[in-house]
């Protein structure tokens, strides 16, 4: 064999190692990646086809990450990407909802609706699984991707800010309204059940 | 001058996200160690952030993982 073929050989092998070690360290995030598409999208069916697109399109373009980086981050700034190109957010400004409410209403409504004071606990009871995730669907988009990301996914403000492409203290403003219009949209759920 | 439990309100979120400065964590540590109407309202905060966490804490479907597995490089 010449040199050159023996050179461009051994090429080809670091490179299959390399995309192979890519695609298992990819996979082994598969969860983490999943519960955050759960969150961002509003049904689980929906959720496992943006899944899908998402790793189909991370093991075309494995070469474009940079090892040593935050894959976890790589990954899930295709999958938010994808998740804007499907057309979702058409007329998707962030609606500018009044912030009157202080970060104690949504406790001060449970415990009206009941009518005494209640323990914390007895508080918490008064929420449902269901009305949890009720009221994330109903955050708009922008403020629900960015809770997402920082309360279920567990990024830091800046990784967020990375993923999304937009200033920290976007991040930050849009967490504190996500937070907000969670606990309003809990409200309306929870108050009203009997 | 702001009432100490409005106050506390205020600190709840940065608080929890620890980017408090360590002056207004003593603050708000203070306050909610003589004030359960605030320690109430703060633990009950923390637990909304892990039912918010666990609502999308459901497994992966065996299968999606499978198809995803699928979708690797076939090796040459």
């Given at each position: 064999m010449s040199d050159t073929a023996e050179s461009d050989g051994r090429r080809i092998a670091g490179e299959a190692r390399d995309r192979v070690r890519f695609e298992e360290e990819a996979l082994e995030l598969a969860d983490q990646v999943f519960r955050v598409a759960r969150g961002l999208v509003n049904s689980r069916e929906e959720a496992e086809d943006l899944v899908q697109e998402t790793y189909a399109r991370a093991f075309r373009s494995w070469r474009s990450f940079t090892p040593g980086t935050n894959l976890r981050a790589w990954l899930l700034r295709i999958l938010t990407n994808l998740n804007i190109d499907r057309g979702?957010?058409?007329?998707?400004?962030?609606?500018?909802?009044?912030?009157?409410?202080?970060?104690?209403f949504l406790y001060n409504k449970l415990e009206q609706s009941a009518g005494r004071p209640l323990e914390e606990e007895q508080v918490v009871e008064r929420l449902s699984q269901n009305d949890v995730v009720d009221a994330l669907t109903a955050v708009p988009h922008d403020f629900r991707d960015v809770l997402v990301l920082v309360d279920?996914?567990?990024?830091?403000y800046q990784d967020a800010a990375q993923i999304l492409d937009i200033p920290i203290g976007t991040v930050m403003s849009r967490l504190h309204r996500a937070r907000r219009a969670l606990k309003r949209e809990l409200a309306e759920r929870s108050v009203e059940t009997p | 001058m702001i009432d100490a439990c409005d106050h506390c309100e205020q600190l709840l979120q940065p608080y929890l996200d620890r980017v408090l400065s360590e002056e207004e964590r003593l603050t708000a540590e203070a306050h909610l160690a003589e004030c359960a109407w605030c320690s109430n309202r703060y633990r009950f905060e923390a637990d909304l952030r892990q039912i918010v966490k666990s609502s999308c804490a459901g497994a992966m479907p065996p299968d999606l993982k499978q198809k995803l597995a699928a979708l690797r490089t076939p090796l040459l």
């Open positions: 979702r957010r058409r007329q998707r400004n962030p609606d500018p909802q009044p912030l009157e409410e202080g970060d104690y279920i996914g567990d990024f830091s | -």
